[in-house]
């Protein structure tokens, strides 16, 4: 039996995720309404840099990005990294007329649908995804919307 376990990091930046518990428990709560198993998930903030670097080592692209999901995922246990640009985040909720933290939620959502077994490289994967993180950012409520 194994402890089940959520983290929050940040990395080349000053960020604190507000609301840790409430966030940490919409999360367990997503992944069990999938019939997952919570193993491990760690959230790291950085800067555009630092995601940039990532993005160039690992995925080969060299673009700026808002997140990168790293899924180490084995069987029905849910286990992953999910790096998330501060930086894009703010950028994106100005572009998207959202606000800071309705648009880190959806970032922070759509990491873990990826650990979820869901992809969004084609149009018609974008739009299921898209639907997914609607559904789960429901289940989150508008109390933290307000809070964070």
């Known amino acids: 039996m194994h402890t089940a376990t959520i983290s929050y990091y940040a990395e080349n930046i000053s960020f604190r995720l507000k609301n840790k518990k409430i ?6 709560k997503v992944i069990l309404f999938e019939k997952r198993e919570l193993q491990s998930v760690s959230f790291v903030f950085c800067n555009d840099e630092y995601l940039l ?3 160039q080592i690992y995925l080969k692209h060299q673009t700026l990005t ?7 995922n084995e069987d029905n246990n849910i286990a992953g990294d999910i790096f998330i640009s501060i930086e894009r985040v703010k950028e994106n909720a100005i572009i998207f007329g959202n606000t800071f933290s309705d648009e880190l939620h959806r ?3 759509h990491g873990i649908i990826h650990l979820l077994g869901y992809k969004d490289k084609k149009s018609s994967e974008r739009l299921a995804m898209r639907a997914k993180e609607d559904v789960c950012l429901s289940m989150l409520g508008k109390v933290v919307s307000r809070e964070t």
């Open 23 to 28: 966030i940490s428990d919409w999360i367990k």
């Open 66 to 72: 808002d997140i990168i999901t790293f899924d180490y």
């Open 107 to 109: 970032v922070m959502i």
């Open 53 to 55: 670097k990532l993005n």
